[in-house]
């Protein structure tokens, strides 16, 4: 009997090393059948002293049986405690839907899971929803949004001391109000991007505390209103990296700064304004903000009386941004270049202000893009122009067009070397005043260097004392003086002073320069420039109630242009063939041209043609 169960119990220990699985599945019972058996076994055995050696042998394996059983029970047990995946040789999965897994093991898999990475741990857990957000904002520290996009269906406050880095904060039509507001006392934000959605309106408010940018892209094209950024109540936002913003139709400007202070030293600054009024930078309330290499526009009365703003405007939006605030009233004080500028639209300036360069030495250039247009044009008493230079573009026309204005200048450079056929300034029924230094650089196309035309009203130049005038690029005539019946109402003022002589013809030289004397006008050719002298082109800018010449086909400027459809000539054609402002003589012009030869000297060709009939 003995044997027989000893044999059972061999089998049993053969087939538990064989198939561990089965073994583990029937842990239990096969171990406790086992156990039991072998006490009883041994129970029996104490008490036969007689048995024979064949019994006795078999007792001796007996107790190794068991033993190898109980450590074979203890290992499984030790191993399933480190990882239960071990267990039986079956997965972690597995063990999960395996019926009649010890409990032990259940709780050991929970204790492992909170311990992997992502779970529970921030540092490694995936954000990608708004409470989640918030979850991680309450506990403070640097959160890692990665490429993760969270809509925020309710306004987003960051009020404790976080880093967050990337992510996409994408609003919702939900959101009434500012999308996202940091009212923390320190808070980094490191290549975040924002967007809103058409119900909200500022997509970043920064609120009373401490910013860091380092790199930052918002999306305000949809937005109801309000601002990409809008910083006030004595925030304080540093700016690093690259600032991308788009701009939508409803947006007032890029980044406000109200009572509170931004730097942007270290900041690339790229925001396309829609609408003329958008500037990228507007500061208020005392704000203040360094490192904006932009052209500054101050105005006294911008959104009520004696509200003043500082505008940061573009180079494509400049023009259109100061034709736009005279309009609206809002009294502009002040332009500042803080670099060259390159115009997009000829610049009008018709209210008093000055105009000045932070270097003193910035310029305003054309473009070709702005066609056969003067670049600058004033219209308004009491502008200023100081420490800048003016430079026209190959299709453009006069660097500076004074129509119907007092201007002053000082140490103001004209540069008209490239030019569809224009002067470097244009006196128009005007008087400017020249303070300092004036450099005038022509060019083979300039009709000289200052036109004086008492068509529309006295006309005269006056040099202060201590002035100085240079001209470069050609012979001609420094002042050309307009002869005709309105001859006697030109001033000129001190230019003898100002290293100027006048010649044989009444019109102005440097000192001991010589230019070729005026050709004969040939016999039986009138004179057409009996026509007003041209008007400033841009609508709304001209004085109230200013008559204008009917543009039949003409240039928005009022040069001849008016058969421009029969001949096909393109207006910078029309305007070499009739080169003097508002002179549309175009036959004596080609005349003149083909008497001469073409080893004429332009200042002479170009002078004044006295009349020969009325």
């Keep these: 009997m003995k044997r027989k169960i000893v044999a059972a119990m061999i089998c049993a220990a053969m087939v538990t090393g ?70 039986g040789g079956l997965s972690h999965e597995q063990l999960n839907e395996e019926p009649g897994i010890p409990e032990q093991n259940s709780k050991v898999e929970i204790n492992t899971a909170e311990n992997e990475p992502g779970i529970t741990d921030r540092a490694d857990a995936v954000i990608d929803t708004q409470e989640e957000l918030e979850a991680a904002i309450a506990q403070s520290g640097e959160i890692d949004l990665g490429d993760q996009r969270i809509e925020l269906t309710s306004a987003l406050s960051i009020n404790n001391d976080v880093v967050i880095k990337g992510g996409t904060l994408a609003g919702t039509d939900s959101v009434s ?22 119900g909200n ?55 406000n700064v109200d009572n509170a202070a931004a730097d942007f030293s270290d900041a690339v600054l790229n925001a396309t304004p829609v609408t003329a009024t958008q500037s990228v930078v507007c500061l208020e309330g005392g704000a203040s903000a360094s490192g904006v290499a932009l052209t500054v526009v101050v105005t006294e009365n911008d959104g009520g009386a004696n509200h003043r703003q500082t505008a940061y405007v573009a180079d494509s939006n400049l023009s259109q941004f100061i034709q736009a605030k005279t309009a609206a009233g809002a009294d502009i004080s002040l332009i500042e270049l803080n670099k060259d500028v390159t115009l997009t639209a000829p610049l009008f300036l018709s209210e008093a202000m000055t105009v000045r360069s932070a270097s003193g030495s910035y310029r305003i250039n054309g473009s070709d893009a702005m066609g056969a247009e003067n670049v600058v044009t004033i219209t308004s008493d009491g502008v200023m122009l100081d420490g800048i230079g003016i430079r026209t573009a190959p299709a453009n026309k006069s660097a500076l067009h004074v129509y119907k204005a007092s201007a002053s200048l000082r140490n103001v450079t004209l540069d008209n070397q490239e030019t569809a056929g224009g002067a470097a300034m244009i006196v128009n029924g005007s008087t400017v005043r020249v303070e300092g230094t004036l450099n005038l650089l022509l060019g083979e196309n300039s009709w000289g260097g200052i036109n004086v035309d008492p068509t529309n009203g006295a006309a005269g130049v006056t040099f202060t004392d201590g002035s100085k005038v240079t001209a470069a690029g050609s012979d001609q005539n420094v002042i050309y003086i307009d002869d005709g019946d309105d001859a006697d109402q030109v001033t000129i003022t001190g230019a003898e002073e100002a290293g100027l002589e006048q010649d044989a ?25 009996d026509s007003d002298e041209e008007k400033p082109s841009a609508e709304d800018n001209s004085p109230e109630n200013e008559e204008k010449p009917e543009n039949n086909g ?61």
Excluded at 584 to 611: C, D, E, N, P
């Design 201 to 255: 309106k500022s997509a970043l408010h920064v609120y009373g505390t401490n910013l860091t940018v380092n790199g930052l892209t918002i999306d305000h094209s949809n937005a109801a209103g309000g601002a990409p950024v809008i910083i006030n109540n004595g925030a304080a936002a540093d700016f690093n990296g690259t600032v991308n913003l788009t701009l939508g139709s409803n947006s007032w400007y890029g980044i």
């Design 18 to 87: 064989t198939v561990p699985g089965m073994a583990l599945a029937a842990e239990n019972l096969t171990d406790i059948q086992t156990v039991q058996t072998a006490e009883e076994i041994s129970d029996e055995e104490k008490t036969s002293e007689t048995a024979g050696e064949d019994e006795l042998q078999d007792t001796d394996e007996i107790p190794e049986i068991v033993q190898n059983t109980d450590r074979m029970s203890e290992n499984r047990d030790t191993e399933g405690a480190e990882d239960p995946e071990d267990a």
């Design 505 to 529: 013809e009444g019109n102005y030289i440097v000192a001991g320069q010589d230019t070729d004397p005026e050709p004969e006008q040939p016999a039986g050719e009138e004179d057409a420039g």
């Design 177 to 198: 109000g500012n999308l996202v507001t940091l009212m923390g006392n320190r808070i980094t934000l490191d290549n975040v991007k924002i967007q809103t959605s058409a």
């Design 554 to 614: 003409t240039g928005t400027d009022g040069t001849a242009g008016g058969d421009k459809e029969e001949s096909g000539r393109t207006d910078a054609e029309n305007i070499r063939k009739a080169p003097q402002t508002g002179d549309s003589s175009t036959g004596l012009y080609i005349a003149l041209t083909a008497l001469l030869g073409s080893g004429t000297m332009a200042g002479t060709v170009l002078k004044r043609r006295r009349k020969t009939t009325k």
